[in-house]
């Protein structure tokens, strides 16, 4: 069935704690920038359930097709269909300005330059005390939280050796490089991680 073919079950199990974190994260914010929105299922979700905010979904263009169907079928006026934003490609594209930006289970998938790109992304569109946030697991003062976990970047380096879980002070000092400062870091489920950037300046 095709709504199987654009289901991920991960999102089911982390989209109610990120949703509440979420709505007390971005009070008064409007417009949102999602980096690898996957299926789009997260950004149905949460827009369904914000109906304040803008949320622009964007991935590669070859991902576009499950995140065009479910933004269509979900009929959501405040979300918008898929920009094609590839990090290491065309990031430097994008020139719209954000409240907030989101990607969710990125920086493990992306090679160590493609991350600190992502974070120039979201340090350049970002308005002054706009925040960026950032979910997926990560390693803590460089070791592994838990060996699920190491297991899970082993199987990432025998696919990719640049892919592999990041270090949470490597990500607050690649922030820092871009005018942002570690605002919030919240445990979550499945030994994952919310970490929350604010911008510093316009």
């Given at each position: ?67 065009k169907y479910w933004v269509k079928r979900s009929n959501l006026k ?8 590839e990090i290491g490609v065309n990031e430097k594209n994008i020139n ?106 316009a």
């Open positions: 069935m095709l709504m199987d073919k654009y289901h991920a079950e991960s999102t089911k199990r982390n989209r109610s704690p990120i949703l509440e974190i979420l709505k007390k994260e971005i009070k008064g914010s409007k417009k949102i920038l999602e980096i690898g929105s996957g299926t789009g299922q997260h950004a149905v979700y949460f827009t369904k359930k914000m109906p304040q905010i803008s949320w622009q979904t964007s991935d590669r263009s070859i991902n576009h097709e499950p995140i405040n979300l918008i269909l898929p920009l094609d934003i719209d300005v954000y409240d907030c930006v989101f990607s969710s289970n990125t920086s493990h998938i992306m090679s160590l330059i493609n991350v600190k790109r992502l974070f120039v992304l979201a340090g350049r569109v970002l308005n002054k005390n706009g925040k960026f946030f950032l979910y997926g697991p990560f390693k803590i003062n460089f070791e592994f939280t838990t060996k699920s976990n190491e297991d899970f970047h082993q199987k990432l380096k025998a696919e990719d050796k640049l892919m592999g879980l990041r270090d949470i002070d490597e990500l607050n000092n690649y922030a820092r490089e871009n005018n942002m400062h570690k605002y919030a870091f919240y445990e979550m489920p499945a030994n994952n991680y919310l970490s929350i950037w604010k911008k510093l300046s």
